[in-house]
């Protein structure tokens, strides 16, 4: 049974995950609403007859029930309409489309209406396969224990905090201009050659043997940068042209999901990595690389960014926890928690075309965790090999990376941190 059931759905994973591919980045225009049927029509199949006996069965069971809402044809046909900023950009008068913010302004007021609904079909239908709202359907079947992951966000806020209301101070940050504003914690590029600097990456830490395997693209995009394993080994990245360091330290990033997509030696549903290994190893690899390449300025220099962004994240985390319980009061919470970076928070309606209230729920704590993982890996690793590089690479292989999600993420990295 269990054999049957991962054969077809794995059939259909790789199918959409090129699908996505191509439709963000090579024009196409496949419907993934249609994949997604398909793909919730074989969940609703093996519901009731795929028990959790052992670790694989148990990984099918946890997918089986998240895709019973994720590829629900009510969420996926909104997600999905959502997904298209051209089902809401018609007719936006040409002065806010000159001004990003007062676009995404205009944007977020048309489609709010949609993200609310969307929110509550996920909560209602969570509820239908036993979980009490859909933030607790996410944390359950990606193995994470919400106590641990809130007292997690609200630590990495208080001890961060304080440098962050300096750092905004230091920069000038705003919060209409946030993203681009982080480009301000810069150093001469010229001599930071991307291509020479991921191969030196990639040679300190051993892993020779994926530069012919993974495709880098750099374009202008909306995302800043996205990796993805279309087929097994086949891995793709687009990159934003590399202008500052928040590009780099993005590059970085998205290289770490590509080594953890590469390294990983399973099949199967074993392949399918949950968001929190997934994005913890990637935020990982945005820490390292900097440690192992660069002096002790451009260093500083990225740990401001990265401090600045995942103490953003943390709040954002913590606003969506308690946005999912109180949708009505939306603006209110959005107030209240992004006002402690200690910015004038107007406009807060803007919250409805953040996608990761729509397209990604549930997610972006994941960052979080990657960026308080790294603080320890980091110490483990010096203190264990020193600066022996080789065996840092052999260490992640052999105990994070090789048997995908065979073992529960959590115990991969218990002997370097335990959550607490």
């Not at 059931?5 to 995950?17: L, R, T, V």
């Not at 225009?29 to 049927?37: A, E, G, K, R």
């Amino acid at each position: 049974m269990i054999e049957e059931f991962e054969y077809a759905y794995m059939k259909k994973y790789w199918n959409i995950q090129l699908f996505q591919w191509c439709n963000y980045f090579e024009n196409g225009n496949y419907d993934l609403s249609l994949i997604d049927n398909e793909m919730f029509n074989i969940v609703h199949k093996y519901y009731c007859l795929i028990k959790p006996i052992d670790r694989r069965s148990k990984i099918a069971y946890l997918q089986i029930k998240k895709d019973l809402v994720d590829k629900n044809p009510l969420v996926s046909e909104l997600r999905n309409r959502i997904d298209n900023q051209e089902n809401y950009n018609k007719s936006i008068p040409p002065q806010l489309e000159e001004n990003r913010y007062n676009y995404l302004l205009e944007l977020s007021s048309r489609m709010k209406s949609d993200v609310v609904k969307l929110m509550n079909i996920r909560n209602k239908l969570s509820k239908e396969v036993g979980y009490s709202s859909y933030p607790e359907l996410v944390f359950k079947t990606e193995e994470i224990n919400k106590e641990m992951l809130v007292n997690l966000l609200n630590s990495f806020v208080e001890e961060n905090i304080n440098k962050v209301l300096k750092l905004i101070a230091k920069y000038n940050i705003k919060w209409k201009s946030w993203f681009s504003d982080l480009n301000k914690i810069s150093v001469p590029m010229l001599d930071l050659n991307p291509v020479e600097l991921i191969n030196q990456f990639i040679d300190k830490l051993g892993f020779n043997c994926i530069k012919e395997k993974i495709q880098i693209n750099y374009m202008e995009h909306e995302f800043s940068g996205v990796a993805s394993e279309i087929s097994p080994k086949n891995i793709k990245i687009v990159a934003a042209p590399i202008h500052s360091l928040s590009d780099l330290t993005g590059l970085f990033h998205e290289l770490g999901h590509a080594i953890s997509y590469y390294f990983n030696e399973e099949k199967g549903l074993y392949r399918i990595l949950p968001a929190s290994y997934d994005e913890a190893m990637a935020v990982v690899m945005e820490h390292l690389a900097p440690q192992i390449l660069f002096d002790e300025f451009i260093k500083e220099k990225i740990s401001e960014i990265q401090v600045l962004e995942y103490t953003r994240c943390a709040i954002s985390s913590l606003y969506e926890f308690e946005l999912w319980e109180k949708p009505e009061q939306a603006e209110e919470l959005y107030i209240k928690h992004y006002s402690r970076l200690g910015l004038n928070i107007n406009n807060p309606s803007i919250w409805a075309c953040d996608t990761f209230r729509s397209i990604d729920p549930v997610y972006i704590h994941n960052y979080v965790i990657g960026a308080v993982l790294s603080k320890y890996l980091n110490k483990y690793l010096v203190q264990n090999y020193r600066y022996d590089y080789l065996e840092w690479g052999k260490w992640l292989i052999n105990n994070i990376y090789k048997d995908g999600r065979k073992r529960i993420f959590t115990e991969k990295i218990s002997e370097v941190y335990a959550f607490k």
